[in-house]
């Protein structure tokens, strides 16, 4: 009896502590995104005070209105920068998921001459930091004329993702038998009929995180893009945020307000594809 | 239905050849089984069949058509594998119709032959679940159940039930015996397992190093073993094999024991010559304890000290020493043996076998 209840209390100590913890550290992730949704709600002298105010006085919706209202009137093109953003994402992140399934599947599944060597080489690309290519990157864009273009983003993002989702799709292409590739090939499949038909969803959750990565990588991008885009008809969201800077002033709360908007698409997808995310995460990317 | 030929069938990878140009001919509805032990080439040569491996040289031959540069999907035949490959996201019913639909036929056909199938294999309870939720014996009925949906020419069996345990092979190697007797195709079975082999084949085809050893039904194969090496692989427990030098009548072995020259070989083996000599268990036996006792012709009595018993319950392995080696008999209608007691053994000469100590090869004719 009294092992039973210093046993149960120990557990629940350990409950308590394990959800304490838990909450910390969650507290800790979490305060910066509920910093930037607070203060894109209040006033610059409430965000600006010091000692800091922690429950705002006052909220308002005037940096999200000012943001739409139209250059001129404290707004910026935001409609533009959205739909570049959109455009150059989601197309880098399609063709880098294209690339990656077809460069995962080969690695994962053929012999050819110096394969862990370019695997390798695929992996030394990831180590280069992306601010170290930005200038040589804009001399080259310079001379082919493709700077401001989406186009030339398109090609740095793609670029940049390609290794990391070949690396990705590899390991779950490596965990789908390929006993299953040829026991569709008997059943009357193609080669091609029997990747759709069996391999793809059966790495479709590995597929799954690969592009969802690709994708927020691109989306959140912002090194490449300062020094690659100029005008409205190619600035991305991130860049955008500069426009809330001044010679002499910062508009924290445009700012802010203008990074919720950012927000926003990212943390939606990755609600959609979450599910695919966790099971493929634990599931793929770790080789045993 | 169809027959199947192999002409010199070879299989290299790079420059390491695994299968030696190979010649084989299944008869039309014929059952056979490849057997061998791991890196015999059988798995490989099954494969070529198959079309899942390119091949090398030579020539198959499927109903009398050439299908060496064929896809899989054009040689109409189908395949179980070891390791079942049922796909994971299909239930039972789809993994079964797959090939059905990939043909195209329409949704009522696939049904009704998914149905019939699943009656023959007992799966009609189990065609809404997915393969994670079956056990082991289930989805080896299942792998079955694909294969015969479509009607093939020809079957195929990769090692189908080397990941089930004891019990549940015994079950399904009648199952296929029975499956075969009602589909009526040809079959062609690898296995490692003589005992699946000798039970379920009409031929069997005994491969080592990329080679055929032998080719012959359970009885030939058993009883009158082409060389040596199948000699010691059919059976359980294995043939006693021992080398001798055969002067004047006798046989004489290492440490200095003989044998009798056993009447079949006197007019064909020279004196001198280096031989092994074969005996099975069941032909070497506590006197008074075998199974010719009292048909035998030609039966030579050593007394001998025992080693070890295996009771097996309706029998006994007994173990002795004899030249240098140990020696299997087999005991029916057992009685109590201590190790270190005598014993009086019989050795039926009449079935013993010799074999050329140089090429292996039987020399009996």
Not at chain 1, 101 to 108: L, T
Not at chain 2, 183 to 199: F, G, K, L, P, R
């Amino acid at each position: 009896m009294d092992r039973n209840a210093a046993h149960r209390m120990k557990r629940g100590l350990f409950k308590a502590t394990h959800l304490i913890l838990l909450f910390l550290a969650m507290a800790i992730i979490c305060l910066p995104g509920l910093w930037i949704v607070l203060s894109s709600l209040r006033p610059t002298v409430e965000i600006m005070a010091k000692p800091p105010v922690w429950i705002p006085r006052e909220i308002s919706l005037d940096a999200y209105v000012a943001m739409f209202s139209g250059v001129g009137q404290g707004g910026i093109p935001v409609i533009e920068y959205f739909r570049n953003s959109l455009v150059i994402s989601v197309t880098s992140t399609v063709i880098a998921l294209a690339v990656g399934m077809a460069g995962g599947y080969a690695f994962a599944r053929y012999r050819f001459a110096f394969k862990s060597s370019i695997f390798l080489g695929f992996m030394l690309t990831r180590t280069v930091p992306g601010i170290a290519l930005s200038l040589p990157l804009f001399f080259v864009y310079a001379r082919l004329g493709i700077i401001d273009t989406h186009f030339g983003l398109i090609l740095a993002y793609v670029a940049l993702n390609v290794p990391f989702t070949i690396w990705l799709i590899d390991g779950f292409f490596r965990q789908v038998p390929k006993d299953l590739a040829e026991a569709a090939q008997i059943d009357g499949c193609t080669r091609w009929q029997a990747f759709w038909q069996v391999e793809f969803p059966l790495a479709r959750p590995g597929i799954a995180s690969a592009g969802i990565f690709a994708f927020l990588i691109s989306w959140n991008e912002f090194a490449l893009a300062s020094q690659l885009t100029r005008s409205t008809s190619s600035k991305t969201l991130p860049v955008g945020l500069l426009d809330y800077t001044a010679e002499f002033t910062i508009d924290w709360r445009g700012m802010c307000a203008l990074a919720v908007v950012m927000i926003i698409p990212a943390l939606t997808l990755t609600f959609i594809v979450q599910k695919h995310l966790v099971s493929g995460l634990t599931s793929g990317a770790v080789k045993g | 239905m169809a027959t199947v030929s192999l002409h010199s069938l070879v299989k290299r990878y790079g420059n390491v050849p695994v299968v030696h140009g190979i010649d084989l001919e299944v008869a039309d509805r014929e059952f056979i089984a490849l057997v061998g032990p791991s890196g015999c080439g059988k798995s490989t040569t099954l494969r070529m069949i198959a079309g899942l491996e390119d091949i090398s040289g030579g020539e198959i031959r499927i109903g009398g058509r050439k299908v060496n540069d064929l896809p899989p999907r054009s040689r109409n035949i189908s395949m179980v594998f070891q390791s079942y490959a049922l796909y994971p996201h299909m239930t039972v019913a789809e993994n079964m119709g797959f090939s059905l639909k990939i043909a195209g036929k329409p949704q009522g056909e696939i049904e009704a032959r998914v149905a019939e199938a699943a009656k023959t294999l007992g799966l009609e309870e189990l065609l809404e679940r997915r393969p994670s939720q079956l056990s082991g014996g289930q989805r080896q009925r299942v792998a079955m159940g694909r294969a015969i949906v479509r009607n093939p020419e020809v079957f195929l069996f990769d090692e189908p039930l080397s990941n089930l345990d004891a019990k549940l092979r015994t079950q399904m190697r009648i199952e296929i015996k029975k499956l075969h007797a009602k589909v009526n195709s040809t079959v062609i079975y690898v296995t490692h397992d003589q005992v699946e082999a000798m039970t379920l084949a009409d031929r069997i085809v005994i491969m080592r190093d990329g080679h055929i050893e032998q080719v012959g039904t359970p009885e030939d194969v058993f009883r009158r073993p082409a060389t040596r090496f199948v000699a010691g692989f059919i059976g359980s427990p294995p043939m006693n094999l021992q080398e001798a030098t055969v002067e004047d009548g006798t046989l004489v072995f290492a440490g200095g024991e003989t044998l009798p020259l056993p009447r079949q070989f006197r007019d064909k083996v020279e004196a001198g010559r280096k031989v092994v000599f074969g005996l099975r268990p069941d032909d070497l036996y506590p006197t008074g304890h075998g199974i010719h006792s009292g048909e035998e012709t030609e039966v030579h009595e050593v007394e001998q000290a025992v080693m070890l018993t295996e009771p097996l319950g309706n029998e006994t392995l007994v173990f002795t020493e004899f030249a240098a080696r140990e020696w299997v008999s087999r005991m029916l209608n057992p009685k109590l043996l201590k190790p270190g007691e005598k014993v009086r053994l019989s050795f039926d000469l009449s079935q013993a076998h010799l074999f050329d100590t140089e090429t292996g090869t039987t020399l009996r004719t």
